[in-house]
């Protein structure tokens, strides 16, 4: 990952290959926001003629490039288009986005320094998120991957030696670090990382910041009843696992807990996917690669929060030992599910982390997944749902979501949906679909709600829009995974104290 620094250095001057800024289109035209004066006076007062002569609107994302007003002199310029309101005011999202697309247009060794407006600590915050996200690249598997070290980043802002801007920067450092590791999970070929590989790593990473790790192998699994990982999980030659991490400051102002979906590969099982529907089911896994650097992240900030997370891992896999469609699976706590599709598979592992994340006790239980095809049909690929038990506990984390820059909408769980999973089986407690082709992320949600402890707040985030990036990359999301969830959790965690 690339350094980043901040600096009160002139814009015009600083020692840097490449300085980004930013332009507004208002009604008056093309607009040059503060911090850009000096840069402005180097090119005769003329900058933002210069940049529409070359075809700049002010769109929001566009780029235009500009030689260095002293050509061999002075550092290229690159001019990102700024979504601002009527009057010119920006959002932090409208930072975090222009910093990320900034730092793409330059070339990777480059180093960068970014002139965007900086007014205060949360600007400055978003601009580093958005410089160091957008920097991202997964390359382990390039045979002709460049070795050249990332350039740095420098943020130029006269906060430079504020300290509310430096603790900006140090949560943008270790909440980016923190995207970037699920990233490499998610983006990593299932073939190279099965249950037991992310454990593993798991625990290593648990020890180098302080996070308590316990892993239930195959072995402990059966002995408590965690019905649900083993049956999605014996189709495989890969064992699954049950991933607890625990972080507990002094006097915690409260106790979160994280639940993660972390299917390594997803077949479907024996009611197997298509072909192509199985090119990035190595990303079914995103949502425990997002609790786990959420954990981390939360604990090497030191949050005065509590927090308990389990990741659910396993292979959903067909083979002569697979589940079959109409196999009944007693769950983690008692209740009896039949399996009416295989590759609906999520939901049951998820169901045991439930139960055993509420005998925890939380004041607040997150489950991430990327549950539902139905959820992606619903909102797109750029969009999460949000259910929840409760209003309040649903609207906090979509308030998170929404301070964090990362798009979600609340969804209702209809009592109808309890309903017809309950109908749907004749020899259980539930089936793990409706049978009907429709409202199927409702349907995950109401399954899920029914392994949530008595009077435990809860909210279920369907992450399955856009936690891959199957396009190419925009802003600060790069192709592949996208790192999606960790933000908000951490940012959740935050706004607890």
Known sequence: MSSVSLSKSDAANVKTDVVVIGVVKLDSGLTLPAGTESLNAAYGGKLAQVLADLGATGRAGEVTKVAGAKPGRSAMLIAVGLAAGADGSLKTEDLRTAAGIGVRAAKGPQSVALALPAPDAEAVRAIAEGALI????????????????????????????????????????????AVHQTRDWVNTPPSDLHPVEFAEQVTKLGKEYGVKVEVMDEKALAKGGYGGILGVGQGSANPPRLIRLSYTPRKPVTH???????????????????????????????GAAAVVSATLAIARLGLPVQVTTYAAMA????????????????????????????????????GDALVRASEDGPDLIVDVATLTGACVVALGNKVAGAFANDDTARDRVVDAATAAGEAMWPLPIPSEMLDKLQ???????????????????????????????????????????????????????????????????????????
Not at 152 to 176: F, G, H, P, W, Y
Not at 437 to 443: D, E, I, K, Q, S
Not at 446 to 454: K, M
């Open 134 to 177: 957008g920097r991202y690249s997964f390359t382990t598997y390039k045979s002709e991957a460049g070795t050249d070290e990332p350039g740095t980043i420098t943020i130029l802002t006269d906060l430079a030696r504020s300290k509310d801007a430096k603790a900006a920067l140090e949560r943008a450092e270790v909440v980016a670090a």
């Open 256 to 286: 979160l807990s994280f639940v993660g979906k972390g299917i390594t590969f997803d077949s479907g099982g024996l009611s197997l996917k298509t072909a192509n529907g199985m090119i990035t089911m190595k990303a079914d896994m995103a």
């Open 315 to 350: 292979e959903n896999m067909p083979s002569g030992s697979a589940a079959r469609p109409s196999d009944v699976l007693t769950m983690y706590g008692g209740k009896t599910v039949e399996v009416l599709n295989t590759d609906a598979e999520g939901r049951l592992v998820l």
């Open 423 to 497: 109908s749907h089986s004749k020899i259980a407690d539930l089936a793990n679909i409706t049978g009907e082709p429709w409202g199927g992320a409702l349907a995950a949600a109401a399954f899920l709600g029914q392994f949530v402890g008595e009077g435990i707040d809860w909210a279920h985030l369907d992450i399955a829009g856009p936690a891959f990036n199957e396009g190419g990359a925009s802003g600060y999301t790069s192709n592949g995974g996208t790192g999606y969830g960790v933000r908000t959790l951490v940012e959740l965690a935050a706004s607890a104290t």
